[in-house]
């Protein structure tokens, strides 16, 4: 399976970005997806999850209010609405697919997700 992270970029405080996931080669719609996000220097860090069928999402309390996860499971991709950006968001963004298929609770450690994208950077300037 392959991931694709796109959508980062750089963006004013207070301003808005939409990062998308695109997944091939596996039965995406089966699995719950996480996005994370990591500085340099620190710890790769769980933002917002949604289950396999979209019924289901959880998000980080920085984030909470703020961005909004969603799924297009006919286009195989999970979207991350990001709003009223501040420059603690700057990070490499990046999503990844749960380890196991149909979970109805979402996992935040990011042991429990395999099959990352890339990453994608969002610079929030202040």
């Known amino acids: 399976v392959q991931l694709q992270a796109s959508g980062g970029g750089l963006v004013q405080a207070g301003g808005s970005l939409r990062l998308s996931c695109a997944a091939s080669g596996r039965h995406f719609s089966s699995y719950a997806v996480g996005w994370f996000r990591q500085v340099p220097g620190k710890e790769r860090e769980f933002v917002a999850a949604?289950?396999?069928?979209?019924?289901?999402?959880f998000y980080a309390d920085s984030v909470k209010g703020r961005f909004t996860i969603s799924r297009d499971n006919a286009k195989n991709t999970v979207y991350l609405q990001m709003n009223s950006l501040k420059p603690e968001d700057t990070a490499v963004y990046y999503c990844a697919l749960d380890r196991l298929p149909g979970r109805r609770l979402i996992a935040t450690p990011d042991y429990e997700y395999d099959y990352w994208g890339q990453g994608t950077q969002v610079t929030v300037s202040s």
């Open positions: 949604i289950t396999w069928s979209g019924g289901g999402t």
